[in-house]
């Protein structure tokens, strides 16, 4: 059961709310704003299969730098957008997400209202931007849908159109987002269903055109255009992604400088070389594509839990965030996650304890920061426990752990959604 924190001030932000329509000034602005931001990038925006579609209409992007915001805005302008968002992206800055007329929501949290904020929007005629992977990709490529975003789509009955952004990842990488390479970009936003399309489809097929529409994979665009990352400090922060050594197979314990990343147990060298290829600089090459390496990671973690060894335990520094308008000291704290009762919090906050739990099936995936800049006290990767109306940032001492917790996350919900779609098969059987 869930005790809250002992807070002097117990209101949170609250995101059952409407959001208002963007004001059309500030459409004008976000697209001006952002095409000036853009200047210094190549990039190239395509439409298909969108001649003559007016809003409403739902937007259905990849997700996998800020800039991602940015090209779609070329893309919708001059209608308006209400994006939904997550509250902590608009830290400090909740007039801004209300004046925008973005939907806040908590990433990874059932937001009952988010559904009817959503069809009101579609109901004044404008444009819906959703991000259904609802975090950065880690490695580039396409992650877990929501099955719920079919019947979204169902019920709206309103055209789709997937924007499928190209780069966006290799020139800012999450696990370096310092620094940019020189990437170009390549948007397309295509029309893939009509009205009469989400009219006449099941939600399962709906949900197969939208997975394919959203398939992706950063490192193969880099190959299949011969584009060569020339930067020499390319792989800096790869290890935060690929932490276990396919080598000895230690985990956590791999490090990146330069163009190479490297095992600190055994001692293995790979060199990420400009057209994307790795390559061992001794012995075998056991991954050449990097999205390879991260799958086979995952694949570890799922075994791990098939055969009940999975555990998670550290000590954290907590943060809380009720509202947005700042961080909440909580101090000390216990995280743990399990293959049964997945994510457990605790610790004591003015002489109170409280206990966060998430259950897995509550999670379809985990928020994580990789080195995130906390209150100028220096960057540390961060667990986000996402609750329905308050947020726990959570910094563990052990070193690059959370790729790993969040394929545990995925696992465990993966395995739950299975179960329950199982036992449902198997009344249906028993009725018939
Ligand atoms: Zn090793």
Known sequence: ??????????????????????????????????????????????????????????????????????????????????NVVNVDGFYKRKWLLEWIGAIGTRKFTSDIHLVRSILKCLERGDVIGLYPEACYSQCGISSYLPTALSLLIKKAGVPVVAVLHR??????????????RRVPLHTTATQILTREDISSLSCEEIGKIVKSALTYDEYQYQKDNGI?????????????????????????????????????????????????????????????????????????????????????????????????????KLGAGKLTHE????????????????RMERAPIQTYNLHIEYSYPLLNKGKRDAVVMSMDDDLFYCFPKKQNVITKLAFATQILYENRENEIKKAKLERRATKV
């Open 339 to 354: 293959i049964e009762n997945g994510f457990t919090l605790t610790g004591f906050y003015r002489g109170k304890e409280y």
């Open 228 to 328: 060569l990352i020339k930067e020499e400090y390319r792989a800096e922060g790869l290890h935060k992604i690929l932490y276990k050594c396919p080598s000895c197979k230690t985990e956590h314990k791999m490090a990146s400088n330069g163009a190479e990343i490297y095992c600190e147990a055994c001692g293995k060298r790979y060199v990420w070389q400009e057209n994307g290829y790795l390559k061992a600089l001794d012995g075998e090459t056991e991954f050449d594509h990097i999205p390879d390496w991260f799958r086979w990671e995952k694949e570890e973690v799922r075994r791990e839990i098939a055969n009940g060894e999975y555990t998670f335990f550290d000590e954290v520094d907590v943060f809380s965030m009720p509202r947005t308008n700042k961080f909440i």
């Open 1 to 82: 059961m869930n005790i809250v924190p002992n807070y002097k001030n117990p209101k949170k932000y609250v995101t059952a709310k409407f959001p208002i329509r963007q004001p059309i000034y500030l459409t004008a602005l976000i697209q001006l704003l952002s095409r000036v931001a853009l200047i210094g990038n190549k990039y190239k925006t395509e439409k298909i299969n969108m001649e003559g579609l007016k809003p409403p209409y739902i937007i259905l992007s990849n997700h996998m730098a800020f800039v991602d915001f940015k090209l779609v805005s070329q893309i919708t302008y001059p209608h308006r957008v209400n």
């Open 167 to 180: 780069g966006n990842h290799l020139n800012n990488p999450i696990w370096d987002v310092t620094k940019k």
